[in-house]
């Protein structure tokens, strides 16, 4: 620390609207890793305030400090080993007494901290008065008001962090709970002993500690003084018997019992609440939104209107980039002239770079539109609920609402989705979500959904949704394809607890947030925090994959013998002089598609494809789409780059402009496009994915997941191509 840079912890209870605050502290100045070690997610970032410079750390939210999960451990040992100036505590005002819990474990770590009161209107709102001087006082603690969606009183909370900061005096200010006249003696006597033996610094917090057995702090003292700690663990031992004998309660449980009772009494001296009694605008649309009957139908169409409202406003915007990449390849292409035609730089650029690369970068809008109306979804608080409607549903394949979580999460992206199971009790409850979890259609899945419906069924209004909102076939079948994945997740779900994770379903408890109006500036950060992580996958892996893909399907070229084969045909065709121009048109351009045809054949994708093919025949699909399909376990978005790659490699100049959509139309059928959609959607899932599996549950459990998607997706879509083609 210096008096011009601070580092400024923010812990805080899930929903306590923490993420809120830390946006409006640091804005866009942020970066986003893991802690070391472990796959809890660590965000940071700058700020300035005055002339001080700020690094704030956002830490795991947990409702306490006791080592029950690992977000608890990370955010513990984060205070005790990184030591910053000061920890803000982000409190819901609307829920003190909850909130405070947290509060009063940070008091008894000793750490300099401030009180942040955040959704102080929400308070107000829901008739609570809040003294908030006097409560201040009584916990010898700064208190400042905020709302932090609004951006209200953030000046004025790091004016108070920076002062706890400076004040090397602040910690001793603060007021600690009173245990009572049984415990306080018996806490007194430990604390003595820990400061003698091991630790001078927080003897009290690491006493607190031995007398709830806590795992963790056993460990962190094992290492400080292996040679006292068995003197102390026995100490702890012969003190919580007596505790027990004495209270008729564990330890733990009295000790906790008598937190909640300092914050009780502080609360009841400092809050008061308003005599009129009100129902609660969040309890009355909740009423609605997770009735028993209407919760089901009322998320299946908030999820329908996300999806069309995704297409109504982002196929335009598709449609405009895609018009643009192709008049960018022509004009670099026409840099080479017709001489040029077979430049290995030009072919690189236009028919790798732009093609491939432009392939998946076009459905950008779209992908920034879904996580727009996702993060809405999230910021107001109904994503919560949702987990509750799906909750019953849950129960009847041995899971409960809660692994909802990771899956909702997974229609973003499936590796955050994996890190989001930890949050889960049981493990079996964490090995059967992360297994069904690829079955969520990640983000990356949505241009090759995009790419087939425009290629195989053309957009068209189907009816108007409240007489006002068109609803088009293409958000009709993507909604189809979602509800596959669903029920596919839900059967190999119940398929998984039935044989190889069987086990009872715990309980469900999660809290629901009030319901609130998200922020421009906070949807604009969620989104483009989403949104980037695309972009930069396209300008990276995609481009280096797609680089790599380009150079198979143009190398080794075919030899001058065959070329000439196809010269000699088009030579034929113009000096027949047919009086029809078109049909003479129509003759070189089959000519020109045989040979660019035999050139992808010739080269070393080619030859791959050929060898895969026969296994991927029944599905459908012929060598082109059996290569993309395998090249997809880099990257899903990788189909769509390396089909823009296999369909302009080779073609002239003049011919980049045709849309790729146009290309795979005058190919394939609508029914070959539904079963890549299918495939796509079921088969395993990206190399990324596979990893952070591994990480989370073993290779094996890994090897598992790769090894039933993929043969439940090729059977799946076997039986659909081959049905469906007898009956067309």
Known sequence: MTDKHFTIALAGNPNSGKTTVF??????????????????EKKAGAATHGDVRLE???LPGTYSLTAYSIEEVVARNFLLNDKPDVVVDIVDSSNLERNLYLATQLMEL????????NMSDVAEGRGYNIDDDKLAELLGVPIVKTVGHKGKGITELLDAALAVARDGQAVASQRHPNYGSEIEPHLKQLTGLVAEKCDKHRPRWFAIKLLENDAETIKRLRQACPQHIEELLAEAERLRRHIESICGDAAEIILADRRYGFISGACTEAVTQSVEVRHERSDKIDSVMTNRYLGLPIFALLMFLVFQLTFFMG???VDLLDSGKGLLAEAVGGLWGESGADSVLRSLLVDGIIEGVGAVMVFTPLIMLLFLAIAFLEDSGYMARAAFVIDRLMHKIGLHGKSFIPMLIGFGCTVPGIMATRTLETRRDRLTTILVLPLMSCGAR???YVLILGAFFPVNTVLRLFGILPVTNHALWLFLIYIIGIALAIICAKIFRATLLKGEATP?????PPYRMPTLKGLAIHMWERTWLYIKKAGTIILAIVVVLWALAYWPKLGEEKLVVFEQRRAAVQADAHPDKEQTAELLAEIDAAEHEAKLEHSAIGRAGKTIAPVFKPCGFDWK??????????AKEVFVGQMGVLYSVGDDVDEESVDLREKLAAKYTPLMGFCIMLFSLISMPCMVTVAVTVR???????LLQVTYLTALAWVLTTIVYQVGSRLI
Request: glycine content about 10%; proline content about 7%.
């Open 315 to 317: 196929n335009p915007l």
């Open 110 to 117: 000793g750490v300099p901290l401030v009180l942040a009161f």
């Open 625 to 634: 789409i059996s290569t993309a399909t395998i090249g997809a376990f880099a």
């Open 23 to 40: 946006n409006a502290i640091t804005g866009a100045r942020q970066h986003v890793g893991n802690y070391p070690g472990v796959t809890v």
């Open 508 to 512: 469900f408890v999660m809290e629901l």
């Open 446 to 448: 949505l241009p090759i």
């Open 56 to 58: 704030v750390v956002d």
């Open 696 to 702: 989370e549950a073993g290779w094996r459990w890994a």
